[in-house]
């Protein structure tokens, strides 16, 4: 469970712009101190997308100060469409910060596995590891290639591949956490993505026998684990909700298959 209750606030936007042009991806930040204060790398806010949708839309937490949080998004539909038409000064309805975040150990080395709008949830753990970090990502194309400085301005080295190959390299991230966790010194490894994308990836994990830690990405209700729209089957045949019994897990927790 997580460790405190959520906050209800008007959190003001403050910044609402494109993170990369000819692309629907998005960060916004918002000025929420009673919510910010509290946020640990991988939790959750939950955002009322305007009077007319009446569920909550989850993001996690792309960083946070004393003061401010953000989010980045991608306009996928009415409730992210909303979010892109907000401008600077407007309120919005925030809960969170919700659910169970990553475990942050010192002094080890941390290989960073993402994929799609889940490479957002690794950014705060990249500023806690610092040069300890290795960040392993993936894209359909070339043209969707984001945020690789904000990782490198932590000092975490990141190497990025394509389905395509319009990189300069075609293939999946998986064979790039191969090629890392081959080449050694890695303590834990995190992920968070697309669910097959991270199932496969847990196979070359397990295989090494290295502590991972997943980021679920589920379609969520109420956001505070009433509804059990978002649950998640575990090896023990039970279903966990990922709002708050999550979004983070022990990998080997999950039934992946």
Request: hydrophobic share 40%; with cysteine; charged share 25%.
């Given at each position: 469970m997580a460790d405190r209750e959520n906050f209800?606030?008007?959190?003001?936007?403050?910044?609402?712009?494109?993170?990369?042009?000819?692309?629907?991806?998005?960060?916004?930040?918002?000025y929420a101190p009673k919510i910010a204060k509290f946020v640990r790398p991988g939790q959750l806010?939950?955002?009322k997308c305007g009077e007319s949708l009446t569920l909550r839309r989850p993001f996690s937490i792309a960083g946070a100060d004393s003061e401010t949080l953000r989010v980045c998004y991608d306009v996928r539909g009415k409730g992210t469409k909303w979010m892109a038409e907000q401008k600077p000064?407007?309120?919005i309805s925030v809960l969170g910060p919700s659910g169970n975040?990553?475990?942050?150990?010192?002094?080890?080395?941390?290989?960073?596995?993402?994929?799609?709008?889940?490479?957002?949830?690794?950014?705060?753990?990249?500023?806690?590891?610092?040069?300890?970090?290795?960040?392993?990502m993936g894209f359909r194309n070339a043209g969707l290639i984001n945020s690789v400085a904000d990782f490198e301005s932590f000092g975490s080295r990141v190497s990025v591949i394509t389905d395509d190959g319009s990189s300069g390299r075609k293939g999946f991230v998986t064979e790039l956490v191969r090629e890392e966790i081959e080449r050694g010194g890695y303590d834990i490894v995190y992920m968070c993505g697309p669910t097959p994308m991270m199932a496969n990836a847990i196979?070359?994990?397990?295989?090494?026998?290295?502590?991972c830690e997943v980021s679920m990405e589920e379609?969520?209700?109420?956001?505070?684990?009433?509804?059990?729209?978002?649950?998640?089957?575990?090896?023990?045949?039970?279903?966990k909700r990922v709002c708050i019994d999550g979004p983070v897990f022990n990998a080997k927790e999950i039934m992946w298959q």
């Amino acid at each position: 469970m997580a460790d405190r209750e959520n906050f209800m606030s008007n959190a003001e936007i403050t910044a609402n712009d494109l993170i990369l042009e000819n692309t629907t991806l998005f960060k916004m930040v918002l000025y929420a101190p009673k919510i910010a204060k509290f946020v640990r790398p991988g939790q959750l806010v939950h955002i009322k997308c305007g009077e007319s949708l009446t569920l909550r839309r989850p993001f996690s937490i792309a960083g946070a100060d004393s003061e401010t949080l953000r989010v980045c998004y991608d306009v996928r539909g009415k409730g992210t469409k909303w979010m892109a038409e907000q401008k600077p000064g407007t309120k919005i309805s925030v809960l969170g910060p919700s659910g169970n975040g990553y475990t942050i150990y010192e002094n080890k080395k941390a290989l960073l596995v993402g994929g799609g709008t889940g490479i957002y949830s690794l950014l705060s753990l990249a500023a806690k590891y610092k040069e300890n970090a290795v960040v392993t990502m993936g894209f359909r194309n070339a043209g969707l290639i984001n945020s690789v400085a904000d990782f490198e301005s932590f000092g975490s080295r990141v190497s990025v591949i394509t389905d395509d190959g319009s990189s300069g390299r075609k293939g999946f991230v998986t064979e790039l956490v191969r090629e890392e966790i081959e080449r050694g010194g890695y303590d834990i490894v995190y992920m968070c993505g697309p669910t097959p994308m991270m199932a496969n990836a847990i196979k070359i994990v397990n295989n090494f026998n290295l502590d991972c830690e997943v980021s679920m990405e589920e379609r969520m209700g109420c956001g505070v684990g009433a509804c059990q729209a978002c649950v998640c089957k575990t090896m023990l045949g039970d279903y966990k909700r990922v709002c708050i019994d999550g979004p983070v897990f022990n990998a080997k927790e999950i039934m992946w298959q």
